[in-house]
């Protein structure tokens, strides 16, 4: 349970700093293609200059997750390696939960550093230069020279995989299909999954059907969670969870993030059910999505709108009560690690997390 007390600190000690990043940049973004009625990004006038604003803070989060898990644990040297090493796994395609990796790694990293005795006339330039400095270069160079070459070659293979299964039957496609989106929500496994879908929209129009439920159902099943099942939630949580619903009516699967980071273990397979219920309904109801984007702001240019938004409320709800069976309600403990206190001194058990 020592682990699991580590691990959940540091998660949601970055999360409640992240959060704020997703929600601004999100609803942004979202406001700007809503606006847009072109179901795709804008690309001119002020609409496109208010999507540049919200796609600006849906950059930063994954830094901002990853620099402050390192903070967490190894204090403000931590910050700029787990900000930096987060940054490049994201480079790299690794999406959010590289950048957790890249956070965790930063940390330990800079806590064996400060294990090194340094005179006590170079302590001082030790935590606003050394340890920043050899954290930086050691972190950063494990995600570049060790992890980059191998998240490239599984998203090469990943692709090839799907390729391979485009002509299988729609329920395990689409099954695939609607765990992948939901997996890392914006990282390799969604990004695959999403552009396979994407190219083939001109000719096989039901494969974005399909995907275009699966990619909003985590944001607006989540959303949809706070609301039936409040318990569940922590105040900020609940809070997200209206930014949550308006980002995944416009198709922006970030919108989940936040309660992924804070509780992965039953977060994430609740929304890959979910998804996998939705993205297999709007194949069996022959759902055809024309646009490479998902949402509910696709409607005018889906084929079946009535199958579309029942696939979607199909797995919003799936994930709901997933998440009602699976998580525990909020307790002392989430509220302290969501406002950032010393834990140490609360009486919790920790054998009801």
């Not at 959060?19 to 001119?44: E, K, N, T």
């Amino acid at each position: 349970m020592r682990t699991l007390k580590f691990l959940q600190k540091h998660l949601m000690t970055a999360t409640s700093y992240m959060i704020p990043f997703v929600v601004a940049g999100g609803i942004l973004f979202a406001l700007s293609v809503m606006l847009s009625g072109q179901a795709a990004v804008p690309d001119a006038g002020w609409l496109a200059k208010l999507n540049q604003i919200g796609a600006a803070g849906l950059a930063l989060f994954i830094p901002i997750l990853g620099g402050y898990i390192a903070f967490s644990m190894a204090d403000k040297p931590g910050l700029a390696p787990g900000m930096i090493g987060a940054y490049l796994a994201n480079e790299i395609g690794a999406g959010f939960i590289g950048g957790i990796i890249a956070g965790f790694l930063a940390g330990f990293v800079v806590i064996q550093l400060k294990k090194i005795k340094l005179a006590p006339s170079m302590r001082t330039l030790g935590s606003i230069f050394i340890y920043p400095l050899l954290g930086t270069l050691i972190t950063g160079g494990i995600i570049v020279f060790l992890i980059g070459e191998p998240i490239s070659g599984f998203m090469d293979w990943m692709t090839n995989a799907l390729n391979n299964l485009s002509g299988a039957a729609k329920v395990p496609l689409g099954a695939l299909l609607g765990a992948m989106i939901s997996f890392d929500m914006g990282g390799p496994v969604n990004k695959v999954a999403a552009t396979f879908a994407q190219t083939q929209v001109d000719t096989l129009p039901y494969l974005m059907g399909g995907v275009g439920v699966a990619i909003c159902v985590p944001p607006i099943g989540l959303g949809v969670a706070t609301l039936l099942f409040p318990k569940k939630f922590t105040r900020v949580e609940k809070d997200s969870g209206i930014a949550a619903l308006l980002m995944g009516s416009v198709g922006i699967t970030e919108g989940a993030i936040p309660f992924a980071t804070a509780d992965p273990l039953r977060v994430i397979p609740s929304i890959m059910v979910g998804s996998i219920v939705g993205n297999v309904s709007a194949f069996l109801f022959g759902c055809l999505n024309h646009a490479p984007w998902g949402g509910l702001i696709v409607l005018p240019v889906v084929d079946n709108r009535i199958g579309y938004i029942a696939s979607i409320a199909l797995g919003a709800v799936v994930t709901a009560i997933m998440l009602r069976i699976l998580k525990k309600d909020a307790t002392e403990l989430d509220e302290a690690l969501e406002e950032g206190q010393d834990i140490d001194d609360l009486d919790i058990n920790f054998e009801d997390i």
